[in-house]
């Protein structure tokens, strides 16, 4: 519609008054030529300016659960209670389409997982924010039930599938309702560990809910210091549809040198410092991982 009207109004006949040059309109197809290429030079901006903000918009607030997840499930009748907190030193600095900037944004997650058998167990999310615009807000709430090959089997990797849904207001997302897939494979190797989450998301509502799939692998590779003190390296992405991945450059990448304490069997200790790879990842963070078993 609103380039059938454009074209009426750059039209020689709506746009010249008559051939002569008579009359009060707009006069001389020169004119007219100058105001088409100007049009079409301010369409060309306005392109250019869209495809460099879209990265930007793509940076929904999702940063609350930032970890590789081992295959191992609670154990049958134990509860884990843990505390994820992350903080954005430098990140999306203006709100985009509705969503609120992550720079110096502090993300706290309180996550409870219950074991039911020695292969399933469920955890339940809860999620905020805290920033100087707002102040501390619930975001949203997550469930995660999850199932694993019973170690009985005897197989030669750990094996677990999880599946998440949950819902996030809209100032910290543009899909309120999301459901992800994650299937989980880990090994231990003497003092090396290796771990990888193939996860794949879908929105089930919001701006991109009539897409497909999404792939957002993360990986983990540690290496035992002591019996209490591991280090290792994080890796995690967001490449876009599995059916068309996106541009490097409109892709989330980042890596996160990070520190593990086995203090006690009861206790979980994870800190690691994320940098971005690309403009479509924040650029720094910090985030911890407190929890303990009852």
Known sequence: MRERYFRRILSPRCCTGN????????????????????????RL?????????????????????IQVYGSET??????????????????????????????HA????????HGFT????????????????????WVGNHIRPRIRVPQAWAWPVGLSLSTELGYQRRAFSED?????????????WGRWYVALNPA????????????????????????????????GAEYYSALGRLSHLSRWNEQEHQIMPVLDLNLSPDWEFNFGVGFGLTRSTDDLLVKLIVGRRF
């Open 45 to 65: 901006s306005g392109l250019i300016f869209l495809a460099s903000i879209l990265p930007l918009a793509l940076r929904a607030q999702d940063s609350y659960e």
């Open 200 to 231: 794949l998301e879908k929105s089930l509502h919001g701006e991109h809910s009539s897409e497909g799939f999404e792939l957002a692998p993360s990986a983990k590779l540690s290496f035992d210091l002591t019996k209490r003190v591991t280090v």
């Open 176 to 188: 309120p309702w999301v459901w992800e897939l994650r299937p989980i494979i880990d090994q231990q």
């Open 118 to 137: 020695p292969w399933f167990e469920t955890a339940l999310y809860v999620f905020s924010s805290v920033q100087e615009r707002t102040g501390w807000q």
């Open 74 to 103: 609670v154990s049958p009748g134990k509860t884990m209670v843990e505390l994820h907190s992350n903080f954005t030193v430098r990140g999306q600095r203006r709100e985009v389409d509705g969503v609120l900037p992550s720079h």
């Open 106 to 113: 502090l993300h706290e997650t309180l996550e409870v997982t």
């Open 19 to 42: 051939v002569n040059g008579a009359g009060r309109g707009i006069r001389g197809p020169r004119f007219v030529h100058t105001l088409r290429k100007s049009l079409h030079r301010v």
